[in-house]
């Protein structure tokens, strides 16, 4: 099965895992976005600069870790997705376009999506997709 993780998931997926997520990552298939390390580094930022959760040290090695897990996932980026497809569903349902590409992505891959992201689950569905929840996804990966 192939699991497209926006970075809703996969932010905590580096922040619980650490390393240890490489030996999860051999058992499912995990697809992200290039955006997806983008997206998670700047929730590490955001951690540490604005709500004061984390270190700065932290919030380096968890973008660093973000950085370095992702040469274990297959990583697309916008060249790989059609960017009609993008806007339409982003238009259509007056989400970002941030948000539709993940669903477009899980579309063209004919994938699960794995989100916490509220505008993800709720429209994902209209496009045929399942939507997996962080702690269900965590269930998955120790399976």
């Not at 650490?18 to 390390?37: E, P, Q, S």
């Not at 060249?79 to 539709?100: G, H, P, Q």
Request: charged share 25%; with cysteine; hydrophobic share 45%.
């Amino acid at each position: 099965m192939v699991y497209v993780v926006d970075s809703s998931v996969y932010a905590p997926l580096v922040a619980l895992y650490g390393r240890n997520l490489i030996k999860a990552m051999k058992r499912v298939k995990i697809v992200i976005l290039d955006l997806t390390v983008y997206e998670s580094c700047n929730a590490f930022w955001k951690e540490c600069k604005k709500l004061h959760r984390i270190s700065d040290e932290e919030a380096i090695k968890a973008c660093e870790a973000c950085k370095a897990l992702s040469k274990y996932v297959n990583v697309y980026k916008i060249i790989d997705l059609d960017v009609r497809d993008i806007i339409e569903i982003a238009i259509s349902n007056n989400i970002t376009f941030y948000d539709s590409s993940y669903i477009a992505l899980a579309q063209k891959l004919k994938a699960s999506i794995v989100s916490e992201d509220k505008d993800i689950i709720s429209i994902a569905p209209k496009y045929g997709l399942e939507v997996i929840r962080l702690h269900e996804f965590l269930r998955i990966l120790q399976a």
